[in-house]
């Protein structure tokens, strides 16, 4: 086990524009907070959702798309660096009008309704990911 400690810094709410892409938007609150290290929750509701499982065996992702609307019961991941870039990491639980959940790997293509995310950044962390060569996952490394 590895681990890394940091301080709460800045706390940051943000709401993201309708119709933007939920992972991208993610990338750019990184990109213009500047943050290397943070940990995130959202919640609200989304358009059309993309996600996928990983599979362990075969270290490939099997994705998912429900073109549909959907309530967002959970966003949550953190916020780091790979080769010099911010990264994004997160997973997402949905509902549909039925109240079924599913949901995964957080994938472009998932299109925001109205999405609040709620950001602790890590002062003096820079978390960063790299590919693991045992798991096939781009993983914190410490």
């Not at 938007?25 to 996600?51: D, H, N, R, Y």
């Not at 990491?89 to 309704?113: I, K, M, N, Q, Y």
Request: with cysteine; hydrophobic share 40%.
């Amino acid at each position: 086990m590895g681990y890394i400690e940091g301080r709460a810094s800045r706390l940051i709410v943000a709401n993201l524009k309708r119709g933007s892409d939920l992972l991208r938007s993610l990338e750019i609150l990184a990109e213009q907070t500047k943050i290397k290290g943070g940990v995130f929750t959202g919640i609200g509701a989304v358009s059309k959702a993309s996600f996928a499982f990983y599979d362990q065996t075969s270290r490939s992702y099997v994705n998912f798309v429900k073109d549909e609307e959907l309530e967002l019961l959970s966003c949550s991941g953190s916020f780091g660096v790979m080769q010099g870039r911010p990264k994004v990491h997160c997973h997402v639980l949905f509902s549909d009008r039925e109240g079924r959940a599913f949901g995964g790997h957080l994938l472009e293509g998932t299109t925001v309704f109205v999405v609040e995310i709620h950001l602790a950044e890590l002062r003096g962390v820079s978390l960063e990911r790299a590919q693991d060569p045992d798991t096939g996952v781009a993983k914190l490394v410490f």
